[in-house]
């Protein structure tokens, strides 16, 4: 099973991704500007693989890049709070 295939799988990947990179230095703003490319990524060459990926990538293409940006930042804040 690929980790696109459940919406948990995807956040526990994230997350894991996420914490090898703080551990190895990265700052929060590359943190984000990684998650801001991977979403712009993900909506542009990436099927969904489940209504919450699709309601994401449809969020991602309505929105502008500062939203976009925003998005991204709470797709870390979220994996964030999930491994607490």
């Given at each position: 099973m690929s980790v696109m295939d459940n919406f948990d799988s995807w956040k526990q990947f994230l997350g894991s991704r996420l914490n090898q990179a703080e551990s190895k230095g990265l700052q929060e703003g590359a943190a984000s500007e990684l998650a801001y490319e991977i979403g712009d990524y993900l909506a542009g060459h990436v099927d969904?693989?489940?209504?919450?990926?699709?309601?994401?990538?449809?969020?991602?293409?309505?929105?502008?890049?500062?939203?976009?940006?925003?998005?991204?930042?709470?797709?870390?804040?979220?994996?964030?709070?999930?491994?607490?």
């Open positions: 969904p693989k489940n209504e919450e990926e699709a309601t994401l990538r449809d969020l991602w293409n309505a929105s502008n890049k500062e939203e976009q940006h925003a998005i991204a930042n709470a797709m870390i804040k979220m994996v964030q709070n999930s491994n607490r």
